[in-house]
């Protein structure tokens, strides 16, 4: 049922004036675009055919209805600018290095990096990889996009305000640019590679396997032959870094995932007997979001849901046929490749016993208020090189498979997202390219299935698990067939569910077409296996429940050690009592949990690695080996390992330990909440407040509108609704995008999109639904006319140009 007093909360808008500077560029739409400024709910866009409409409701979502798919995609590229010109605006610049025509000197660096990793081939090969018609709708939707630019350029009351904060115009765009662009997709395995090589450079195969566990098991690390690790050198990701992480608040996080959940129910686990898509991927949590909703409607297609502000069409939700979700299935997608480098030519390097010369390309970085930057850029056969080590003879570059044709991140779905039912939607993943996904699906004809998707490079004679010599030993040899990896259709158990944990099947040859070695811990699945598999009256509601579910395993797991605990003073006894009678639910008004938060982060696990070291490294270098399993700006571990050293068979945790380390919690969470257990809750300490680019951007002071919250939060990085936290306990990922579909009955599906779907300050949905998401609620997603119609708030018709008028020579 559609809830008709679901609240619509209202942002006080920001008013200022907006001008700004700008630069030239190149107009695809050509020619001004009109407005009703009175109503500003009526425009005449060229390269239109026919009217579009776009009924917006209560919550922000727009429904928009084209009478073709040209039509349709080009309003779908103009709407997208009229709710996210800004971040819009701000996508294409750092995609394609040119933060420094607007932002200054102080991005050249980030501007360079992001270069080396554009799609640089054949822009046709590029297009065909994707379907007949991408490039079409890619044209479309950037059409769309300039039209608004071009209607903010003729008019600056329509700028959204950053653009006068920070003194610019946008960009007009090409659609290439939609293609070329890489560095904002989920990338896997480098850091892990990387990281794994330093532990092993400095600490070996114990602490590795104290650091991270890798599945299937057991699996047995060997160095490549011929690979130095002492030649990496610590900074070897810091330009792939620069060009993968945006270099404003949240980021790192945005890069740095912490999983996504989805599931299906079949018909026969639901109250209803119709199938239910349930899907929750978890970035950063960011503003402005970095998902859209929208409801795209055509002859031929008629599908809601969200995708990237930046990209055509909708890569997570349904058409009236088919539900369609996705979570990271890390397939390993890159290697970093060690080359020794001539010693009278550091730019050649050694490949098949010669040496070969490193490509050069150069380019020109526009500087606001200073001279052009000549940056050189240079390429091995492999990919782009990211560091040279001339002391060492060395220099280090990255192979990805997402830079190659038809591999832009997310940009597959325009194939799948039109599907007319499982047969068809499988089909189309055949071309998906990048990231891998664990794709689910839920027909209206009762079907329900998993399909990981995604091209897994074939490695002859290595595992991806560490770099590699650059010398020609260690060479991909393709792709695996998409057939190749399992799939699961109408599964006998009655549901499925991925929560990025490893899940290849019993018997999958992972030794022979390796996935990976690096996958999620299992936890987060382990919770949805246990609540799925329980019931066979699942409803909507009950998904939405668990999606944001809260119950931590691993508290559950480690509460029984303190059975037999006695506390040396009052309080500390209070709080072992405490623990005793929580049910290991993360709360956000439970005492009980922020103790076991504070105890089990900060001083159980760094004691429990403390001892698993005692048996692996010398006494001098324990310190160092715990700060790479705990590094102090990162602080997680892997549960795999951390719950076994607490819990397994050979643990090595005594009592004094527990009570020692549950002791100095208790003076830990004194000092941040005063000394009284009843006082304390876990939402005190964890919240979730975000904050915009311009933080960043701009060095004068704060607009009112630079930060939404804070808002107490419940659960951890360990929960099914997934909040990791930094030091200072401010949430950094999560699901602030959630979609449940009631597949069949389309108008009782609900969604999330925190915190709201408009990336304008000005707007009532620029922060609306930070409120309702921060207490896991959820609103209607819309489908059927009758029922958007219902809950219109604003209608706004796109037209063609009106024919231009002549008069003849007698007036008439």
């Not at 695809?28 to 055919?49: K, Y």
């Not at 991140?409 to 664990?438: I, K, Q, V």
Request: net charge negative; aromatic share 8%; charged share 20%.
């Amino acid at each position: 049922m559609i809830d008709e007093t679901a609240p619509v909360l209202h942002h006080a808008a920001h008013i200022g004036s907006r001008s700004g500077a700008g630069s030239r560029a190149y107009a695809a739409t050509g020619g001004d675009v009109p407005v009703n400024s009175q109503a500003a709910n009526d425009f005449e866009i060229p390269g239109l055919a026919g009217p579009v409409e776009i009924l917006v409701d209560r919550w922000g979502v727009p429904h928009l209805y084209a009478g073709s798919q040209d039509d349709l995609f080009l309003a779908q590229g103009f709407n997208a600018a009229r709710d996210r010109l800004f971040q819009l605006d701000l996508w294409r610049r750092r995609g394609l290095g040119l933060l420094s025509e607007v932002f200054g000197k102080r991005y050249v660096e980030h501007d360079r990096a992001a270069r080396l990793f554009l799609y640089r081939g054949d822009m046709a090969e590029e297009w065909s990889a994707y379907g007949e018609d991408t490039e079409q709708i890619t044209t479309a939707f950037v059409n769309g996009i300039n039209a608004y630019v071009s209607l903010c350029r003729r008019d600056p009351s329509q700028l959204p305000p950053e653009f006068a904060t920070l003194g610019y115009e946008p960009a007009f765009w090409e659609p290439s640019d939609v293609a070329r662009i890489r560095s904002h997709g989920l990338q896997y395995n480098l850091h892990d590679e990387v990281a794994r090589a330093f532990t092993l450079r400095d600490h070996g195969t114990g602490v590795e396997d104290l650091r991270r566990r890798r599945e299937p098991a057991p699996h047995h690390l060997t160095v490549p032959e011929g690979l130095d690790l002492s030649v990496i050198p610590d900074d070897v990701l810091r330009v792939y870094d620069l060009a993968t992480v945006p270099p404003w608040p949240d980021a790192a996080a945005l890069q740095g995932i912490d999983g996504s959940n989805n599931w299906v129910l079949a018909p026969s686990r639901t109250v209803t007997g119709r199938p239910i898509l349930a899907n929750d991927p978890h970035r950063a949590v960011t503003l402005p979001a970095l998902r859209y909703i929208a409801h795209l409607t055509a002859p031929g297609i008629d599908v809601i849901g969200a995708g990237e502000p930046a990209l055509p069409g909708l890569s997570i939700g349904h058409n009236g046929n088919i539900a369609f979700g996705f979570t990271i299935f890390p397939i390993d997608q890159e290697d970093l490749y060690v080359y020794e480098t001539d010693p009278d030519n550091p730019r050649a390097y050694r490949y098949d016993g010669r040496w070969e010369a490193m490509t050069r390309v150069t380019e020109t970085i526009p500087v606001k208020d200073g001279e052009p930057v000549e940056a050189e850029l240079w390429f091995t056969r492999h990919g782009p090189v990211i560091h040279e080590h001339p002391t060492r003879d060395a220099a280090f570059a990255v192979r990805a498979a997402w830079l190659g044709p038809g591999m832009a991140p997310y940009l597959g779905s325009t194939g799948y997202m039109r599907a007319e039912g499982p047969d068809a939607f499988l089909a189309a993943l055949r071309r998906w390219g990048a990231p891998g996904e664990n794709q689910v699906y839920a027909a209206a004809d009762g079907t329900v299935g998993w399909r990981p998707a995604g091209r897994v490079p074939v490695r002859p004679n290595w595992d991806g698990t560490l770099p590699v010599p650059g010398d020609g030993r260690y060479e991909w040899d393709g792709f695996l067939d998409a057939d190749a990896l399992p799939a699961e259709r109408d599964p006998d158990q009655g549901w499925f569910a991925t929560a990025n944990q490893m899940n290849l099947p019993p018997g999958y040859p992972n030794d022979r077409d390796t996935v990976t070695y690096d996958w999620y811990a299992p936890t987060r699945h382990h919770r949805i296996a246990e609540e799925l598999d329980a019931r066979t009256d699942w409803t909507v509601e009950d998904c939405v429940r668990l999606q944001t579910d809260t119950v931590s395993l691993p508290a559950r797991r480690i509460l029984p050690l303190l059975a037999d605990l006695a506390g040396d003073d009052g309080l500390t006894a209070r709080a072992i009592g405490l623990l005793r009678h929580w049910d290991a639910d993360v709360t956000a008004d439970s005492p009980a949990a922020a103790l076991f938060e504070i105890w089990y982060r900060r001083h159980l696990r760094p004691a429990v690695f403390g001892k698993a070291l005692q048996q692996v490294v010398p006494d001098a270098e324990r310190a160092a080996a715990l700060a790479r399993i705990l590094p102090a700006d990162d602080p997680t571990s892997d549960p795999r390992v951390d719950l076994d050293l607490l819990t397994g068979a050979e643990t090595t945790l005594d009592p004094g330990t527990l009570l020692t380390t549950l002791t100095a919690a208790v003076a830990d969470l004194s000092a941040l909440l005063g000394p009284d257990p009843a006082a304390w809750t876990w939402g005190a300490l964890h919240r979730a407040r975000v904050f915009h680019p311009v933080t960043a951007l701009h060095d004068g002071p704060q607009p009112p509108w630079a930060s939404v919250g804070p808002a107490p939060r419940g659960g951890s990085g360990d929960t099914v609704g997934v909040a990791p936290y930094g030091p200072d306990f401010r949430q950094t990922t999560g699901a602030t995008f959630r979609l449940v579909v009631d597949v069949g009955s389309w108008d009782d599906s609900v969604a999330m999109n925190s915190p709201g779907q408009s990336g304008n300050p000005d707007s009532e949905h620029y922060s609306d639904l930070f409120a309702t998401w921060a207490a896991d609620g959820s609103f209607p997603l819309l489908y059927t006319r009758g029922q958007v119609e219902k809950h219109t708030t604003r209608t706004i018709t796109l037209r063609p140009p009106a024919p231009a008028t002549t008069q003849d020579p007698n007036g008439r």
